[in-house]
């Protein structure tokens, strides 16, 4: 007889107390201070409690409930996926920020058996436009929106 009952959620919170641990491990150099003079590394350390007191308590859950198992994902999905994320900055080098979100959404969208192709257009342009916004005029970032081809 199994003590874990539901896989997905021992999961889930065995990889928050392994973030927590490297976040916990990564803030122990910096001095916490006290709470009227916070270090730096006093939020780290208090979200890494946070996120630990997070993981203990979703795998004290996964001990009860319903049973449900882990399966392995579809590595064809995991492909659109790094897909995307590896062309996304060839995309913004060479055509710029809204041309590489909308390819970055377009490749993504494969992943899914329930994207069509409206929705996956409105997402193309909402990010693409929002990205833009927030990136180079709301934050000022250097980064360019159109082609070199484009401007010339």
Avoid: H
């Amino acid at each position: 007889m199994t003590i874990i009952k539901n896989q997905k959620q021992f999961c889930a919170g065995l990889m928050f107390a392994i973030f927590s641990a490297g976040l916990a491990w990564m803030s122990w150099r910096y001095p916490i201070g006290t709470a009227a003079q916070m270090g730096p590394g006093y939020w780290p350390r208090i979200i890494a409690i946070f996120v630990a007191v997070i993981g203990l308590l979703l795998i004290g859950k996964s001990c009860t409930g319903a049973t449900e198992t882990v399966s392995l994902p579809k590595f064809s999905i995991l492909g659109w996926i790094y897909a995307a994320i590896i062309t996304f900055p060839f995309v913004l080098e060479f055509a710029g920020l809204p041309i590489a979100v909308a390819v970055a959404v377009l490749l993504s969208s494969q992943a899914s058996s329930e994207s069509d192709w409206r929705s996956t257009l409105i997402l193309m342009f909402g990010l693409a436009v929002f990205a833009s916004l927030l990136f180079v005029y709301l934050l000022g970032l250097n980064i360019q929106l159109l082609p070199d081809w484009w401007q010339r």
